[in-house]
Nanobody, 114 residues
């Protein structure tokens, strides 16, 4: 079982990034998928989630800027991030939650700075 994130990087305020998470070794379409983030010295927070049936939920501070989506045919999870702000700077983690197990990716760094 493995989750591998990609797409992080350095971007200026107001810019965009698209994070991707490739899942392997799990029955992807049965898992609730989510993105979390953790800034230095802070706890890991839920950013957005999508259920196996496609119902999404986002952190209030990212609503209207971030969009979570999944492609069950490709075992892929995405996070489209627009109008990025310095406070979005963090390591972003992909998470898979099933009825009896859960998995984390290794994280990808997102830095928003001019």
């Amino acid at each position: 079982e493995q989750l591998v994130e990609s797409g992080g990087g350095l971007v200026q305020p107001g810019g965009s990034l698209r994070l991707s998470c490739r899942a392997s070794g799990i029955l992807f379409n049965t898992y609730r998928m989510a993105w979390y983030r953790q800034a230095p010295g802070k706890q890991r927070d839920l950013v957005a989630s999508v259920t196996s049936s496609g119902i999404t939920n986002e952190l209030e501070s990212v609503k209207g800027r971030f969009t979570i989506s999944r492609d069950n045919t490709k075992n892929m999870l995405y996070l489209q991030m627009n109008n990025l702000k310095p406070e979005d700077t963090a390591v972003y983690y992909c998470h898979a939650a099933g009825p009896m197990d859960e998995y984390w990716g290794q994280g990808t760094q997102v830095t928003v700075s001019s």
